[in-house]
């Protein structure tokens, strides 16, 4: 591909440019790779969802030797919740593979344009699409925006997450627990829905699950409940359209840095976290969106209803 100059400004509005061949994310060109430690915790994020562009240390969605080898050629995507953290890295890695991206985002604009800067310096195209999952009318009407935009649609990830933490599960109101499910499952059945009738032999689905969904939670009790269905509705789904060819899998991280962290759990848990892995640190999305590349790809095409599992060392058996 050609090489493709970009110009951003870095948050002291200083321009800085940022060429195709570097792989490495566009914010950690101004903003130096610091540790979480004890005395230096990244700041909390008072809303959902989090902002990338604002997090120090800026999450890593690409590795610098990622090697692609066009295992997307002509694929169209589309993904939810594609513009920052999991979503972000799936978006890159998947254009790395020469796929065309169309991304669902609920209101990260900044987080949004960047990412579609970042896949169309791969020369790929990006279309973003704006709203909330938790409409069913908004996901219908984003799946045929992608058809009408790209022609067609090979693969759908379904990525988009909400968790609010409560250490008491009386504390976990009507309001949340309804906007938990809508955001995390209602969501996946709202799209699934929408693209089986686009979907072809050889084309895929992938759900993005968790690590809880197989262990306790203690304070994630609606959002642990959501990925428990969410891996169910995987396995359903697979054998469900397993005669049409069309494959159906998932991905359980384990704790991976992105803003739904800094968004969501309190000072303690941002400074800790990650440290109660095996590998006593947090994943960077850039080590997830390779196994979404494989999942999508034909090398694993005699893989569906499966989750792999992304989580540090955890010992998980299903």
């Keep these: 591909m050609p090489?493709?100059?970009?110009?951003?400004?870095?948050?002291?509005?200083?321009?800085?440019?940022?060429?195709?061949?570097?792989?490495?994310s566009c914010i950690n060109l101004?903003?130096?790779?610091?540790?979480?430690?004890?005395?230096?915790?990244?700041?909390?994020?008072d809303k959902q969802?989090?902002?990338?562009?604002?997090?120090?240390?800026?999450?890593?969605?690409?590795?610098?030797?990622?090697?692609?080898?066009?295992k997307l050629q002509g694929k169209i995507a589309l993904i939810t919740g594609g513009d920052s953290g999991i979503g972000r890295a799936v978006s890159v890695h998947f254009a790395e593979e020469n796929a065309d991206i169309a991304i669902v985002y609920l209101n990260e604009d900044e987080d949004a344009e960047i990412t579609k800067k970042v896949v169309e310096a791969r020369g790929r195209k990006c279309l973003l699409i704006k709203g909330d999952v938790k409409d069913a009318d908004f996901c219908r009407e984003a799946v045929e925006k992608t058809i009408m935009t790209f022609g067609r649609l090979?693969?759908?990830?379904?990525?988009?997450?909400?968790?609010?933490?409560?250490?008491?599960?009386?504390?976990i109101t009507d309001e949340q627990l309804t906007i938990t499910f809508k955001t995390n499952i209602f969501a996946y059945?709202?799209?699934?829905?929408?693209?089986?009738?686009h979907l072809h032999a050889g084309d895929c689905i992938i759900n993005t699950t968790s690590v809880t969904a197989y262990r306790s939670s203690p304070a994630l009790i609606d959002y642990s409940s959501t990925k428990g269905a969410?891996?169910?509705?995987?396995?359903?789904?697979?054998?469900?359209?397993?005669?049409?060819?069309?494959?159906?899998?998932?991905?359980?991280?384990?704790?991976?840095?992105?803003?739904?962290?800094?968004?969501?759990?309190?000072?303690?848990?941002?400074?800790?976290?990650?440290?109660?892995?095996?590998?006593?640190?947090?994943?960077?999305?850039?080590?997830?969106?390779?196994?979404?590349?494989?999942?999508?790809?034909?090398?694993?095409?005699?893989?569906?209803?499966?989750?792999?599992?992304?989580?540090?060392?955890?010992?998980?058996?299903?």
Excluded: C
């Excluded at 990338?52 to 990622?66: G, L």
């Design 154 to 171: 090979n693969i759908l990830v379904n990525n988009a997450g909400m968790q609010f933490p409560q250490k008491e599960v009386k504390n």
């Design 30 to 45: 101004n903003i130096p790779k610091t540790m979480i430690t004890k005395t230096n915790t990244p700041d909390k994020q």
């Design 230 to 318: 969410i891996t169910t509705f995987t396995r359903s789904l697979a054998t469900n359209l397993a005669e049409k060819g069309i494959r159906v899998n998932g991905v359980a991280p384990g704790p991976v840095w992105t803003p739904l962290i800094v968004s969501s759990f309190d000072e303690e848990k941002i400074k800790s976290f990650g440290s109660e892995t095996a590998m006593k640190r947090a994943g960077q999305p850039s080590e997830l969106g390779p196994v979404y590349v494989f999942l999508a790809s034909d090398d694993a095409s005699f893989i569906t209803g499966q989750v792999i599992h992304v989580n540090g060392g955890e010992v998980v058996n299903g």
């Design 189 to 197: 059945f709202y799209f699934a829905e929408a693209v089986v009738e």
């Design 3 to 24: 090489e493709v100059k970009l110009v951003f400004k870095n948050r002291k509005g200083i321009n800085f440019r940022f060429l195709k061949q570097s792989y490495v």
């Design 49 to 70: 969802p989090g902002i990338e562009a604002k997090m120090n240390p800026a999450p890593e969605y690409i590795k610098p030797n990622y090697k692609a080898a066009g």
